[in-house]
């Protein structure tokens, strides 16, 4: 099955400064690469996703690229702000998105003032 | 749309003891799934519906847990007995193939 791997664990930054998060899968066939958010007591929140066609994917100060060659693929994070403190995960599908994720450990993101 | 609706929020239990999760999907969306997140192990997917039809149950820890989609609208993930071991918390997703997957608020499950 697919094994993802996320790092760092934790990542502390100034704000306005930019995070970086990197995820490694295994599965070639996989096909399907989200981002989730979690803020605390709350369930995961799509941020972005991208698809094994494209290189790299923006939407305004968060991108993720994919080098499918490597199998990894990063979030990218620019001009951080208090609320981009939280746990982001990745993950990676093999169905598209239509069978279950599997995620990395997760990225406790925080923003010092 | 309310979003995915899990229920309850909070549980705890006795070890010993059965527990019933429960998932209301979003209207429209054909496939759900129930994952499970811990400190030590992250979140896990333990099974997954696609038309109210179990596809891939390979992450079900046990014979204790079992998932039922009785329709499109409502799921349960039933856990019996339970034991310690199994306090997490229990989130449910749906998503329209192909799609994003949704996820609800979660159940925290505390078993005593």
């Known amino acids: 099955g697919e094994n993802v791997e996320q790092h760092p664990s934790t990542l502390s930054v100034q704000e306005g400064d930019s995070a970086v998060i990197k995820c490694t899968y295994s599965?070639?066939?996989?096909?399907?690469f989200p981002w989730y958010k979690q803020e605390l007591g709350k369930g995961p929140q799509l941020i972005i996703d991208?698809?094994?066609?494209?290189g790299e994917k923006k939407d305004q100060r968060i991108a993720v690229t994919l080098n499918k060659t490597a199998k990894h693929f990063s979030l990218h994070i620019t001009e951080t702000q208090p609320e981009d403190s939280a746990v982001y995960f990745c993950?990676?599908?093999?169905?598209?998105?239509?069978?279950?994720?599997?995620f990395g450990k997760g990225t406790h993101l925080i923003i010092q003032p | 749309d309310a979003g995915v609706i899990q229920s309850p929020r909070h549980e705890v239990t006795e070890m010993g003891q059965e527990v019933t999760l429960r998932c209301k999907p979003i209207?429209?969306?054909?496939?759900l799934f129930w994952y499970r997140q811990t400190m030590m192990r992250g979140l896990e997917l333990l099974i997954y519906?696609?038309?109210?039809?179990?596809?891939?149950d390979s992450g079900m820890p046990e014979d204790r847990f079992s998932a039922k989609m009785p329709n499109a609208s409502f799921s349960t993930l039933k856990i019996q007995p339970s034991e310690p071991r199994d306090s997490a918390v229990y989130f449910c997703?749906?998503?329209?193939?192909?799609?994003?997957?949704?996820f609800g608020q979660g159940t925290r499950l505390t078993v005593v």
């Open positions: 991208i698809r094994s066609n494209v």
């Open positions: 519906f696609n038309n109210n039809v179990p596809i891939d």
């Open positions: 993950a990676a599908n093999s169905g598209g998105g239509a069978d279950g994720l599997t």
């Open positions: 997703a749906s998503s329209l193939a192909y799609t994003e997957a949704f």
């Open positions: 209207s429209g969306h054909n496939s």
């Open positions: 599965d070639s066939a996989s096909n399907y």
